[in-house]
């Protein structure tokens, strides 16, 4: 019966790699291991890494201490099936580090089979096997020494004599877990559940056991922070170097070092902790984006009959100062109530469509906006429009609208238009289905007939959540509201 | 002279160091250096000294909550009980009792007891070591008005009593029991009646005369000390403060404390009757006073400068001599 | 019981061994106790005994010796040791405790008796606040070597006011040690043990079990405190039992036994302290955890073992931890009520089964 020996070797990382430190091993022999278990931490010069197992098998041996360096290609441990025999384990460590070999002829990195293998420099600790048990079977009459009940139960299992083992269980007695170390220190396996966590000893705010890559280790040990106050970034769930050192930085120990060298730099900064809006505006609007899937529809308006009209309006009326947005609102309310499938609310389980258009206006204030809302626009004439959005829009610099005034709505409108934008595309204010982005009239060339001329083109966007709201859908509404601006008599109808 | 001069200047020193170091703490309390409850017997001197000024070390005193005087007066060492009450590791208990549980074992002082009737069942136990081990020493518990009326005071007087034990009980009648009178507190009539009824001689002393309360001490003692049993001496006193150091003693009458502070005071009452006898000159008790007010303040500064315990080392240690 | 010793006047310091030795015979809990009294009060001169009746008939014109303890457990020290020694006191359990930690801090070791357990509440202040307290308070200068006998438990339709078990009670304040044999073999090394402890020892008796005998040597000796017994051991699942519980322990795993099942049984013997390794041991072989105590659930003996190795041992566990205690009631009179009201096999072997068939099978 032979059974598959695999040996662990130190792996070669990169061409200029000679040899590497030994930092830590995750498994102790006996253990079973599975292929894609990490295995071992190797640190070189330039990196740190894990040596990965290849195979199912049990831990042999251990040839490679924690703490020693060895060349490439060296062997560092076996692998091998429960039941394959100590001395076989022994013949193929003994037969795999007598040979001497070249650098370069070291096999790639982790490949089971090894060729030529290195010299380890070092004389290893090759633990004892079967003669190491052996000698904890010999001593006189261990019936007198003090032990727990369990351990002595075991250790009749495992063929140990007591006299051989030194007790730090209760009252100086020989533990489950003395004897166990001895075990396996002797190169035995343990027999059944073995789980030496469970001891209780660890004492409180102990973070030996806290998973953290070797370097973080190293310099939370010299800089005295427990790892267990550590954020956890590094990759496989270890705490790493950044995340000690970001700890370090905040309790003042050092400053926190970025990649590269410290620059050198005249800027200053100013830190600020954010406003309480602004976290808000921040929350809504990234979740909006993220959840909801926009898409844009895009129509340009000749708004020249649409300007001729306002100023009529506002000439005949002393009172009357309408905007060319207080159009757009109009004319908006009244596309909503011709496509009524954009007037929605979806809160991601329930649509609500809306009978009348409230219109949500996007009003800048210091260090962010507000929309407060023109209810049931759809039922308003321009010149009130047009008054209660001013009247709104002074309110809301002042921090003095009421929440049902900016809470709600069922669309929404922005204009970047008075700063010259020609184009824009908005974020949907959720739960609200879509938004319309206005941008500058301006003159632009355009083509009547086959023949150059010049109008006033006003850019629209709308950003729709096409979750409820399909494409024909937003171009049929913006369609409707290019002809409502385009003709704005027939608002009237 | 019926008293050796060494005697009084001895009783008279004991009752003056206890006086300042009572004063001091209320001045050290209200400067925010005592941390926790603080009881002071200041006005009660004359009792504790006369009570322990025969008794040895292997004579055992059992304290109440008001326990400094009767510390002092028992020979504890006055530097270690201030480290202690201000919570010191170098105290007379590592820190770890405080001013309500102020103890030394060597002095035969076996603590102050913030358990109001917790010392007499304690003092019995000690009575009944002597008495077992035929040492001939006494053991003597301090009372007030107040834990006289505890369950286990009584279960203690009626053991001491069945019992034969070397026990004197002493009641420093205060004449308040925390804001209650003691008239309100004591059923009966008198308490010394009361003690009477439980089967051993009882007797009612004047607590501000030293020499009144001295001599019925000594009797109990000598009782006790002969196999004669327990004896139950009541002392009436006055205390200048209150039940603990800022209470605002509302209950107490107005004017009641200046009045008390001006004529009822027992170390008054005592220089004036030891010169008024020609005992002691006022020279020699003014010397006493200045030494006294030196190794007060000596106490507080030693105090003020010695170590804090150490939690990592001494708030697991002495629960148990082995576990 | 075949656990080893140390003889004469050491102390002992070691762990369960296998051998038995010296001369033994059969003898009561009962008469295990009087034994260990006896010698220790031979011994050393300063072990003296108080209590209602310890002796009895004093002042009386009857018998001297009358009781010697309600359950005799104190019968003949009087009579050989005077009542000097051996003292009847007044109803007065405050004055009697007292009496003992007062003595205990100078120069006796007295072992004071509370006829029943339940009567600490009466002197609960000078158990909890005075003698379990000294040693800390006064910065280590006092010890207080003094023991106190109760007898606890129902089985006997007793009421509520004569059947409680308290043990949690007292292990939860530190400073005292509490200590509860199941056996006579250990009732007189324990004894031994805890009259020869420099600390306050609270040794609980269960009042039914005074009549079950076993092989216990004739010579002194002491069982360290903190250590269990494991009277039977096994690799499928872990009971612990204490006091009149063991037997009920033992009935459940000897049947399981018949089946192929093996169970380790500890009997911790002392509460306080607790030798939880030796059931982390066990629990980190078998997987798998029962505990059975006659006391109260909430904040209880049992809730205590589960915690400890929820905390300490939860990766051995292979299945939830299963309690069996009394209820949350006070112990009732009527017979049907009191038996459905203490834990026994039936009840415990239930949770076993639960337990085995809980969670993954196999190692």
């Not at chain 2, 001496?233 to 004017?255: N, T």
């Not at chain 3, 295990?32 to 108080?50: K, Q, S």
């Not at chain 3, 020290?77 to 005077?82: A, R, S």
Request: with cysteine; glycine share 10%.
């Amino acid at each position: 019966m032979t059974n598959e020996i695999k040996p662990i070797n130190m792996p070669k990382w990169g061409m200029e790699m000679s040899e590497g430190d030994i930092n830590a091993w995750y498994f102790a022999i006996g253990d079973q291991v599975n292929a894609g278990d990490d295995l071992v931490d190797i640190e070189t010069s330039k990196i740190v890494n894990t040596v990965t197992a290849s195979d199912d098998g049990v831990l042999r041996a251990i040839i490679g201490a924690t703490g020693e360096t060895h060349r490439v290609g060296a062997l560092l441990g076996v692998i091998a099936s429960a039941e394959t025999s100590d001395a076989d384990i022994q013949a193929f460590i003994d037969s795999n580090t007598s040979a001497a070999a070249e650098p370069e002829a070291v096999a790639e990195v982790a490949a089971p089979a090894a060729a030529a293998i290195e010299t380890a420099p070092a004389p290893v600790a090759i633990p004892q096997t079967a003669n190491g048990l052996s000698k904890l079977a010999e001593g006189e009459d261990d019936s007198l020494v003090a032990a727990s009940p369990v351990a002595r139960r075991l250790a009749a299992e495992y063929g140990v004599n007591l006299n051989n083992i030194t007790g730090t269980g209760r009252h100086d007695r020989v533990s489950k877990w003395d004897l166990e170390a001895a075990v396996l220190a002797a190169g035995g396996r343990l027999i059944g559940n073995s789980i030496n966590k469970s001891n209780g000893a660890v004492p409180f705010g102990d973070d030996s056991n806290v998973k953290a890559t070797p370097v973080a280790r190293r310099i939370a040990t010299q800089l005295g922070i427990n790892l267990l106050e550590c954020r956890v970034s590094g990759d496989r769930g270890r705490v790493c170097k950044a995340d000690v050192e970001a700890l370090a930085a905040l309790k003042n120990k050092m400053p926190a070092q970025t990649d590269g060298s410290a620059t050198v730099s005249s800027n200053t900064v100013e830190s600020q902790p954010i406003s309480g809006m602004r976290k808000t505006i921040a929350a809504r609007l990234q979740a909006s984006k993220q959840t909801a899937p926009h898409f844009r529809v895009h129509i340009d308006a000749e708004i020249d009959a649409l300007l001729e009209v306002r100023k009529q309006i506002n000439n005949s009326n002393s009172d009357a100062k309408v905007s060319v947005n207080d159009f757009i609102v109009k004319a908006c309310a009244s596309a909503l109530m011709k496509v009524p499938a954009i007037n929605v609310q979806f809160d991601g389980e329930q649509l609500s469509y809306f009978s009348n258009a409230d219109i949500s206006v996007a009003v800048a204030i210091d260090d962010g906006l507000i929309t407060p809302i023109v209810a049931n626009a759809n039922h308003k004439g321009l010149v009130e429009i047009s008054n209660t959005t001013r009247d709104l829009a002074t309110r809301a610099k002042l921090g003095r609208l009421k929440p049902e005034e900016f809470q709600g709505g069922s669309f929404c409108i922005s204009n970047l238009g008075m700063y010259g934008i020609k184009q824009f595309d908005a974020i949907i204010n959720p739960p609200q289905g879509a938004i319309l982005a206005v941008g500058a009239g301006e003159q632009r060339p355009v083509v009547k007939d086959g023949q150059l001329a010049v109008a006033t083109v006003m850019s629209l966007t709308l950003s729709s959540d096409h979750r409820i709201i399909d494409g024909a859908v937003a171009a049929q509404f913006m369609s409707v509201l290019k002809a409502y601006l385009e003709q704005p008599a027939t608002m009237l109808g | 002279m019926p008293y050796s001069t060494e005697f009084l200047l001895s009783a008279y020193r004991t009752m003056k160091t206890i006086r300042e170091f009572e004063e001091r703490c209320v001045k050290e309390f209200e400067g925010g250096n005592i941390p926790g409850f603080t009881h002071v017997s200041n006005g009660q001197e004359a009792i504790a000294v006369a009570a322990c000024i025969d008794l040895s070390h292997k004579d055992i005193i059992g304290s109440t909550h008001r326990g400094h005087g009767h510390c002092i007066a028992k020979g504890c060492d006055v530097g270690g009980m201030m480290k202690e009450i201000m919570g010191r590791a170098t105290g007379l208990c590592k820190g770890k009792g405080g001013s309500m549980h102020i103890a030394d074992i060597d002095k035969g002082m076996l603590g102050a007891n913030a358990i109001v009737g917790g010392g007499p069942p304690l003092v019995n136990g000690a009575a009944l070591a002597a008495k077992t081990l035929g040492t001939k020493n006494v053991a003597l518990s301090f009372n007030g008005d107040g834990s006289a009326n505890q369950g286990t005071v009584f279960e203690a007087m009626n053991m001491a009593v069945v019992l034969k034990l070397p026990h004197i009980f002493v009641y420093e009648n205060n004449g308040y029991a925390e804001g209650t009178a003691a008239n309100y507190g004591v059923g009966s009539s008198s308490l010394t009646e009361r003690n009477a009824g439980f089967g051993m001689p009882a007797e009612c002393i004047d607590g501000l005369d030293f020499f009144a309360t001295y001599e019925a001490l000594k009797i109990a003692t000598e009782r006790a000390r002969n196999g004669g049993g327990p004896t139950a001496i009541e002392a009436m006193c006055v205390r200048f403060d209150g039940h603990f150091i800022g209470d605002p003693q509302l209950y107490r009458g107005k004017d009641e404390i200046k009045n008390a502070r001006k004529n009822q005071d027992c170390l008054k009452i005592f220089r004036e009757r030891v010169i008024s006898e020609g005992w002691l000159k006022a020279a020699a008790m003014n010397a006493i006073d200045k030494e006294v007010m030196v190794e007060i303040e000596t106490a507080v500064v030693d105090a003020l400068a010695a170590p804090h315990p150490d939690p990592a080392t001494d708030l697991m240690s002495d629960v148990y001599c082995s576990y | 019981m075949s656990t080893a010793h140390t003889k004469g006047t050491e102390m002992t310091n070691h762990s369960n061994n296998p051998t038995v030795g010296g001369k033994t015979s059969m003898k009561t809990i009962r008469e295990a106790i009087n034994d260990a009294l006896r010698e220790e009060m031979r011994r050393d001169p300063t072990v003296i005994i108080l209590g209602e009746e310890v002796s009895g008939g004093a002042g009386c014109d009857g018998q001297d010796d009358a009781y010697g303890g309600v359950f005799g457990v104190t019968k003949g020290l009087m009579p050989e040791f005077g009542r000097e020694r051996v003292i009847d006191t007044p109803i007065s359990e405050a004055a009697i405790i007292g009496a003992a930690a007062g003595a205990a801090n100078n120069g006796l070791r007295p072992v004071a008796e509370l006829m029943f357990f339940d009567f600490i509440g009466v002197s609960f202040d000078q158990i909890f606040n005075q003698a379990a307290k000294f040693r800390y308070m006064f910065g280590g200068k006092s010890k207080t070597p003094m023991v106190i006998r109760g007898t606890v438990g129902g089985g006997w339709r007793a009421g509520a006011q004569h059947s409680s078990m308290l043990h949690s009670i007292v292990t939860h304040v530190a400073g005292l040690k509490v200590v509860m044999p199941a056996n006579a073999y250990d009732a007189k090394g324990l004894m031994v043990q805890a009259i020869r402890d420099d600390d306050p020892v609270i040794f609980l008796e269960h009042k039914v079990m005074y009549d079950i005998a076993c092989e216990v040597p004739d010579e002194q000796y002491c069982i360290p405190f903190g250590e269990a017994s494991f009277p039977r051991q096994g690799s499928d699942v872990t009971i612990v039992a204490i006091s009149n519980m063991v037997t009920h322990a033992l009935t459940v795993a000897d049947i399981l036994a018949k089946e192929g099942i093996s169970c380790d049984v500890i009997d911790p013997r002392t509460v306080s302290p607790l030798d939880h390794e030796a059931i982390l041991e066990s629990v980190e072989v078998t997987g798998r955890l029962v505990i059975i105590d006659e006391g109260n659930p909430r904040c209880g003996l049992a809730s205590d073992i589960a915690g400890i190795v929820a905390e300490h041992g939860f990766y051995s566990l292979k299945a939830p931890i299963r309690t069996v205690t009394a209820p949350h009631t006070p112990v009732p009179f009527a017979p049907e009520l009191e038996d459905a009201y203490l834990p026994n096999a039936e009840k415990l072997m239930v949770a076993v089964r639960e337990v085995l068939a809980a969670g993954p099978s196999g190692a």
